[in-house]
């Protein structure tokens, strides 16, 4: 079944609570989740040749020498199609299915007014309610016999 779709926003409380991937999380969890997540894929591609390596200090390294400045940006996101999710909202009597799409990203930028580090992580969270997603009906054996 092929379905077209609105993916909107998705703006919760800390405090309201997502079912996904079988696992009950406050939405300050899931925010958690997918940031330690992020960091596990950075801290792989950057030690996957050295074992000794530290991430972090590896890549404030390759963003501040001498030479010049160099900004870094890794990018973790959901399938387009986004996943199961349900959400229990601080209040509501129900909870409200649907799917969600995760971007999670983080930006390494050097501060060029000093030596100091800067990783930026930001959130790009979209929700898709099960009553807003419009499936377009499958065809009968029927139907395609009468449509040729």
Not at 22 to 38: A, M, P, T
Not at 96 to 108: A, E, L, M, V
Request: with cysteine.
């Amino acid at each position: 079944m092929y379905m077209e779709s609105k993916f909107k926003p998705l703006r919760c409380n800390d405090d309201d609570v997502l079912s996904y991937k079988g696992r009950l999380l406050k939405f300050s969890q899931f925010k958690e989740q997918l940031e330690n997540e992020l960091w596990q894929k950075v801290t792989y591609l950057l030690t996957k040749e050295n074992e000794a390596c530290n991430s972090k200090e590896s890549i404030y390294e390759l963003i501040n020498n001498s030479f010049s400045y160099c900004n870094i940006s890794v990018t973790l996101s959901s399938p387009e199609e986004g996943n199961d999710c349900e959400i229990l909202r601080l209040g509501a009597i129900s909870w409200q299915k649907g799917k969600i799409r995760t971007t999670t990203s983080i930006d390494f930028l050097p501060n060029q007014k000093d030596s100091t580090r800067v990783a930026q992580i930001q959130f790009n969270l979209e929700f898709l309610s099960e009553e807003h997603q419009v499936q377009k009906p499958k065809l009968s054996l029927d139907d395609m016999m009468y449509a040729a």
